[in-house]
Every structure is written in structure tokens, then in C-alpha cells.
């Protein structure tokens, strides 16, 4: 089969390798779609946080069809849809024609939602509904603005669809205001903002601007968005496109109430894979997701993993694999 490899000391490239075989409580999976993520990009370039394997075949994202399992109840061409659970890190990932997943990650493709679009969700749209799920435990539509940022990435724009489709008023937060404005407004967005007012280092308690916010870029902003949230409101975290430190005081905490809640996407446990995906299926508008999404062959994969660490790219990117 042919596959992506990346291996210290030589540039990735397209290659012919064996075909992997399931060992128990894991399924071969016949690869049609995967991904480019920012995780991706990394992996791609070889970076030692995210490439645990020497040599690896990266791809955080699986969409395709069961061949076969070994101690798992599944039908051979059945469609599913995998979402990290160490695919493309610590395990050989979807860049690849065949790819050996773990049993209990594997998510059956609902319906309503075709291989191709599953792979433009994608780790992205699942931590972005990840997010959603749990911003809307405590937060209603009508309690005030929520705040997206780094919203023309992969995270950020699928978070702007799905909220605003849900009815909360939604303000993107971008560095590329000149050139995303009108896509994050086609998106949803009622307000967009430049990352610059939110990046700079602030008060640790500011104006209260925002009933709740996702956030995927980390750092001096992470802690902005703290200072500037209202009584009660929650604040997702789930990456560190700015940077993964987090320089902000207790005060937000037990002045306001508000809450830092945590999403990784990788660990999701079985039962909230299903509830997220399900969700998916029907709260995102998969004609507007169409019109955020890129594709590439596998042989272009390379390229597309640094516009992606170079913040050239815009939603999602999808690759052709075996489709
Ligand atoms: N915890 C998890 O399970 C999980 C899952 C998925 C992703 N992530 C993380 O979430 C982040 C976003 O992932 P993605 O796939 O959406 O990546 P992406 O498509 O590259 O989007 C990231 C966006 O962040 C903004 N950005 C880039 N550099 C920045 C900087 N220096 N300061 C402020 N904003 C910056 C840009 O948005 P604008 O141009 O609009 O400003 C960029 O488009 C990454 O850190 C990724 O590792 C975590």
C-alpha cells in the first residue's frame, strides 16, 4: 500500500509499505479520506512532541471502510470515522491506503453525513463540537456573546458554525481581518475582532464582554478571554496556536465564577465520540461546511501541513486518500 512516511533525518515522503494487520480489540480500516490538522502539520515536520514514532505515518483523522476485525464485533464495509486515539502519534495514522485502528475509537458514519464531509469535520469539527457540548452545560443562547478565536482555523470555524446555527450570537476573533471578515460573517459570525486586542497582555479582570468563550490558541489571549468573561461564563481550552503557556491570576475564578474547562479530543471516551458526532450530523450545515473545505491528494499532504503551521489556510483541508 501506499503511505506517507516521516522519518528522522529524511524528508516525508510517498511510499510503498506492507499492509498492517489488526491484533486484538483492533480493526484494518480501508483509508478513503483523512485530514490535514494543525497536529498534522507538526507531525508532518518531523516535531518530536507529536511524532512518538520513528519512522510514522501521520494522519490524526481516519474516514473510511472496515475490512476486518480481530475481537471486535464489526461488518466488513461498514463506513466509520476515526478521530485521534493516538492515530498519526504514537501509531501509525490515515495517510495511508490501509490503517490499523483501535476497536473501541471507531465511530459508525452516521447517515446524513458523507465520507468526504466527515473528513472535512475531522479532529477539527469534533473538538469544536467537543467545545459546544460542553460550553452549552452552562451557557444558554440568550445569555450574551460568545467569542471564537483563531476562527478562520479548523477549530475556530467549525466552532462559528455551530454556534451561531444553534442561536448564540457569535464574535470571531482573527489575525487576518482584512481577507477573513466576510468568510467568518458567511459562517455565522456577527462580529469579528483582530486577535491583537485579545493577545496583548492585559488587567486580570477587565470588562465583562462575554457570556462564554472557545478558545484554540492558548497564551496571553486565553487569559484575556478569563478577564473579559461575565458572571457564571465558561471558557473552553483546547490548543496552543499562540502558545501553551497561560499567564493569568485566580481572580476571574472567584470573582466571577468563571469556568476554564479543558477539551481533548485524542482520549474522548466511546459514548461521548458517539455523542458528538451524532450532534454533528445534525446541527452542522454540511453545505456551509463544504464551502470551508480544501482538498488535497496524498501526494500534496506535505505542502498542505505547512500552510497549515503557517496560518496560510483557511476551515479545512481534506485529503484523498482511497475515495
Ligand atoms: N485538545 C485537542 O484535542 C485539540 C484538537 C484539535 C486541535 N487542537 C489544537 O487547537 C489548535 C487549532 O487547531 P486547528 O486544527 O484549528 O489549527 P488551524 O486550522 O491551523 O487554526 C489555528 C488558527 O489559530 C490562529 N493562530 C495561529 N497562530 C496564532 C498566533 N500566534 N496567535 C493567535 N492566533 C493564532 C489562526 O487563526 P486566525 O488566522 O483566524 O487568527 C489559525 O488559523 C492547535 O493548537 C491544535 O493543536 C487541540
Not at 468573561?229 to 481550552?237: F, K, L
Not at 458528538?276 to 454540511?286: G, M, P, S, V, Y
Not at 479545512?316 to 486518500?321: A, F, L, N, Q, Y
Amino acid at each position: 500500500m501506499r503511505a506517507v512516511v516521516v522519518e528522522q533525518g529524511r524528508a516525508p515522503a510517498l511510499l510503498d509499505r506492507p499492509e498492517p494487520e489488526p491484533h486484538d480489540g483492533e480493526v484494518l480500516v480501508e483509508v478513503l479520506w483523512s485530514g490535514v490538522n494543525y497536529k498534522d502539520g507538526l507531525a508532518l515536520r518531523g516535531d518530536p512532541g507529536v511524532a512518538r514514532i520513528d519512522p510514522l505515518v501521520p494522519g490524526i483523522d481516519v474516514v473510511g471502510r472496515v475490512v476486518s476485525g480481530h475481537g471486535v464485533a464489526v461488518d466488513a464495509g461498514d463506513l466509520v470515522v476515526v478521530n485521534g486515539a493516538g492515530l498519526g502519534e504514537t501509531r501509525p495514522g490515515g495517510y495511508a491506503e490501509r490503517v490499523v485502528v483501535p476497536g473501541d475509537a471507531l465511530v459508525a458514519l452516521p447517515e446524513a453525513v458523507s465520507p468526504r464531509r466527515a473528513a472535512a469535520v475531522g479532529t477539527a469539527g469534533f473538538t469544536a463540537m467537543l467545545s459546544v457540548l460542553r460550553l452549552e452545560r452552562d451557557v444558554a443562547p440568550g445569555d450574551g456573546e460568545i467569542v471564537v478565536t483563531g476562527a478562520a482555523g479548523g477549530v475556530g470555524s467549525v466552532a462559528v458554525m455551530l454556534l451561531a446555527r444553534l442561536g448564540y450570537s457569535v464574535t470571531a476573533s482573527t489575525g487576518r481581518l482584512e481577507t477573513e471578515s466576510d468568510y467568518l460573517r458567511s459562517l455565522g459570525a456577527t462580529s469579528v475582532v483582530d486577535r491583537a486586542e485579545l493577545a496583548a497582555e492585559g488587567r486580570p479582570l477587565q470588562r465583562a464582554r462575554w457570556a462564554g468563550a472557545i478558545d484554540s490558541v492558548g497564551s496571553s489571549t486565553l487569559a484575556s478571554l478569563l478577564a473579559q468573561t461575565s458572571w457564571g461564563g465558561v471558557v473552553t481550552a483546547c490548543g496552543l496556536a499562540q502558545g501553551s503557556d497561560l499567564p493569568t491570576t485566580v481572580l476571574p475564578f472567584i470573582l466571577r465564577g468563571v469556568t476554564l474547562a479543558g477539551v481533548n479530543s485524542v482520549d474522548a471516551p466511546p459514548a461521548l465520540r458517539r455523542t458528538a458526532w451524532h450532534r454533528l450530523a445534525t446541527d452542522l450545515d454540511l453545505d456551509l461546511l463544504d464551502s470551508a473545505t480544501a482538498e488535497v491528494d496524498l501526494a500534496d499532504v506535505v505542502d498542505a501541513g505547512r500552510r497549515v503551521l503557517a496560518g496560510e489556510t483557511r476551515g479545512r483541508t481534506v485529503v484523498r486518500v482511497g475515495a
